[in-house]
């Protein structure tokens, strides 16, 4: 029905697909399995038409298929209902779910909202929602604002009249055991009518819902079996099955963290994303945070940066309790380097200088007034002892390579003299070189004393520098593991606990 066969795509520095070939069979639910970086999210943005593969090709019904852009994918009978829901909070179930298709519902140029209600009453049936289309998704449950996602993407894939296919990225990370059953239940209910790809970290729950299950790794498909033929433990081996390199990691530089607590987070709660989480790091040292996709660790690190609000417990930098306040975390010493850098982490418009300096602006400035000079020559220190590569201070930073943009995040909050540093995925999106120079950079904190919690994109980054790793699962701190240099424990024993 819908195949890849032999598709590459490649981007600056990274091989995101290898020479990758699957098969999705009519009325099947095709399971999808990889750690962080593997190429799921390349191959799922490929089917919606966000990328355009380099080389090889798509076929729908033995005929290559031309996706242009993700609306283009829908009138072709492929939708996606994605981790991140895209639902509209401020308007109604129906408008929702003909969103970009109000046209259909026009008479005489006004909105005729009695056909909309009758037609979004269809499309609910479909997922056995009991709700009033005209209710707006604000007041829906999560699980509930899921199913209409789902409704929407088969309504969309539907079109074509053809087998839809419905891709499934993460669609279990927040919901309840229940919200599962009933998902799951659905899905297969559906399979009578559609066909699936279902990308989880959760092996437990692929292999209790695919037919067929594809691993991979490092841009390729490593495996291909039956569920039937498959086991937790199999998966496990074949996810992660890479050697750790201890060099790369620079755990020759791994020293003995010290006795003295940096950061202290208390009974943690957090809605349904934390639930009762307590550790100490300490100074000197890399704390670890390991989990799957919704596990509530990177909710954790913006708590820890001040930018959630805990609902009960509370984060203490020595004597002093952490106010829910991205300024008052600096204040006490911690600087965040998010996932998202370009975003969060970076003005991108603004110059190498201004961003290195924007934490600490009183050091080069008097009266109110920026000291150009003294800016400048700052940058350039900093510039230096990090090997920034950049034509100079002025530079922007949108123009640097995403290796030289992540050492301008890290250089800032050196420079502001940061005491605790919350590394969330630092090295997504670089090169091999680039990841290096990061890893030197978290040793050279570390041996001044800097504490550093970490969340990285692949088990063997963890492991590979943390003195200690807490693995999550569902908002729990399931266990801290120690990491000392030559008792790294496996990825498998990570795994374990993380599904």
């Known amino acids: 029905m819908l195949s890849l066969k032999n598709v590459t795509k490649r981007f600056p520095g990274v091989l995101a697909l290898d020479d990758v070939s699957i098969e999705v069979r009519p009325n099947e639910i095709v399971g999808l399995i990889g750690e962080n970086g593997a190429g799921k999210s390349t191959m799922m943005k490929l089917l919606t038409g966000a990328y355009r593969q380099d080389t090889g090709e798509i ?30 909070p401020n308007l109604t179930v129906a408008e929702n779910l003909f969103l970009g298709r109000e046209e259909d519902f026009v008479t005489f140029g006004r909105m005729n909202w009695a056909k909309l209600k009758r037609a979004a009453k269809k499309e609910l049936a479909t997922v056995h929602l009991d709700v009033d289309p005209l209710t707006l998704c604000e007041d829906l449950s999560f699980g509930q604002r899921q199913m209409v996602e789902l409704a929407r993407a088969l309504s969309l894939a539907s079109r074509t009249g053809g087998t839809p296919i419905i891709l499934l990225d993460e669609p279990t990370s927040v919901l309840e055991a229940g919200e599962i059953d009933i ?31 594809y691993v991979m790794k490092d841009g390729k498909v490593v495996s291909e079996m039956s569920s039937g033929n498959a086991s937790v433990t199999k998966l496990h081996e074949l996810m992660v099955g890479r050697s750790l390199h201890s060099e790369y990691y620079r755990e020759n530089l791994q020293k003995p963290c010290r006795a003295e607590v940096a950061l202290s987070v208390r009974h943690a709660s957090l809605g349904q994303v934390l639930n009762d989480v307590s550790f100490d790091v300490h100074c000197g040292e890399v704390f670890g945070v390991a989990g799957v996709v919704g ?22 930098v020595g004597t002093t309790r952490l106010k829910p306040q991205a300024n008052h975390a600096v204040a006490l010493g911690i600087g965040y380097v998010p996932r998202e850098r370009k975003v969060e982490g970076l003005v991108t418009q603004m110059s190498v200088a201004q961003n290195l300096t924007l934490p600490r602006l009183s050091a080069v400035s008097r009266g109110g007034v920026v000291r150009k000079a003294s800016e400048r020559a700052l940058a350039n220190e900093w510039i230096q002892r ?36 919350v590394l969330d995925h630092p090295t997504r999106g670089l090169d091999v070189g680039a990841k290096e120079e990061v890893y030197q950079l978290i040793r050279e904190l570390t041996a001044e004393g800097v504490a550093v919690v970490l969340t990285g994109d692949t088990l063997e980054e963890i492991l590979g520098l943390s003195h200690r790793v807490m693995v999550m699962r569902d908002g729990h701190a399931e266990k801290v593991l120690p990491c000392e240099v030559g008792h790294k424990p496996s990825q498998v024993e990570i795994v374990e606990h993380m599904v």
């Open 59 to 88: 076929e729908l019904g033995g005929k290559p298929l031309v996706i242009r852009n993700p609306r283009d994918a829908t009138s072709k009978g492929i939708a996606m209902v994605y981790q991140e829901q895209s639902i509209l």
């Open 183 to 213: 998902l799951f239940g659905l899905v297969r209910e559906l399979k009578s009518r559609a066909s699936f790809v279902f990308v989880s970290h959760r092996l437990d729950e692929l292999l209790s819902l695919s037919d067929r299950v």
């Open 295 to 316: 596990s509530g660790r990177e909710e954790l690190c913006r708590i820890i940066a001040g930018l959630e609000k805990l609902d009960a417990g509370e984060v203490m």
């Open 386 to 421: 990090l090997h920034i590569k950049t034509p100079g201070p002025d530079a922007s930073c949108r123009n640097l390579s995403g290796g030289n943009q992540q050492k301008v995040v890290l250089a800032k909050w050196r420079f502001a003299g940061s005491r605790i540093l």
